[in-house]
T-cell receptor
Framework: EAQVTQNPRYLITVTGKKLTVTCSQN?????MSWYRQDPGLGLRQIYYSMNVEVTDKGDVPEGYKVSRKEKRNFPLILESPSPNQTSLYFC?????????????FGQGTRLTVV | KQEVTQIPAALSVPEGENLVLNCSFT??????LQWFRQDPGKGLTSLLLIQSSQREQTSGRLNASLDKSSGRSTLYIAASQPGDSATYLC????????FGTGTRLKVLA
């Protein structure tokens, strides 16, 4: 089954404690990206990757890092989380396939930073 | 820069009604248009994908159309049911997806 898997699904942490949210896809997609969803602001892109070792900033990259060492994995790293990073996070993957760029999303990670 | 607007922001209808959700985008040079459903605090469930060469897609009681020239997509829900209550999001993009702010639908039993 084609899927994007995020872990953990829920996370409560304290300010300043480094954390990583993992994302893995089993569709051999080139494109992967991270989004955060906040009430009234909708979904906003944090970072994206067009292939292994190719990453770039999205609209709200401050306070986040990513890496793409393998095609299937795209972890999101918060080096020093702050309360304003409390949000619902989604990982997505897609592929350019004859113009079909259907997006597949993970089930989300609800992060609370206290 | 692509901007995506969804109207209405919220909608409350009695069960059984047919309804139309609207999605407008500023840049007609889009590849695909995808509709999602999101239940409160949950993930995104893909409903329909309209590829760049298509004008509409159907799945069960759902029909989505795409008119690039006017910058619009519509999601038609036939014979609405309380289980259809959710937020509906449209999005456009390839590696960077631009989402509308959604239409919050409530279907009353």
């Amino acid at each position: 089954e084609a899927q994007v898997t995020q872990n953990p699904r829920y996370l409560i942490t304290v300010t300043g404690k480094k954390l990583t949210v993992t994302c893995s896809q089993n569709m051999n997609h080139e494109y992967m990206s991270w989004y955060r969803q906040d009430p009234g602001l909708g979904l906003r892109q944090i970072y994206y990757s067009m292939n292994v070792e190719v990453t770039d900033k999205g609209d709200v990259p401050e306070g986040y890092k990513v890496s793409r060492k393998e095609k299937r994995n795209f972890p999101l790293i918060l080096e020093s989380p702050s309360p304003n990073q409390t949000s619902l996070y989604f990982c997505a993957s897609s592929s350019w396939d004859s113009g079909n760029t259907e997006a597949f999303f993970g089930q989300g990670t609800r992060l609370t930073v206290v | 820069k692509q901007e995506v607007t969804q109207i209405p922001a919220a909608l409350s209808v009695p069960e059984g009604e047919n309804l139309v959700l609207n999605c407008s985008f500023t840049d007609s040079a889009i590849y695909n248009l995808q509709w999602f459903r999101q239940d409160p605090g949950k993930g995104l469930t893909s409903l329909l994908l309209i590829q760049s060469s298509q004008r509409e897609q159907t799945s069960g009681r759902l029909n989505a159309s795409l008119d690039k020239s006017s910058g619009r997509s519509t999601l038609y829900i036939a014979a609405s049911q309380p289980g259809d209550s959710a937020t509906y999001l449209c999005c456009s993009g390839t590696y960077k997806y631009i989402f509308g702010t959604g239409t919050r639908l409530k279907v009353l039993a």
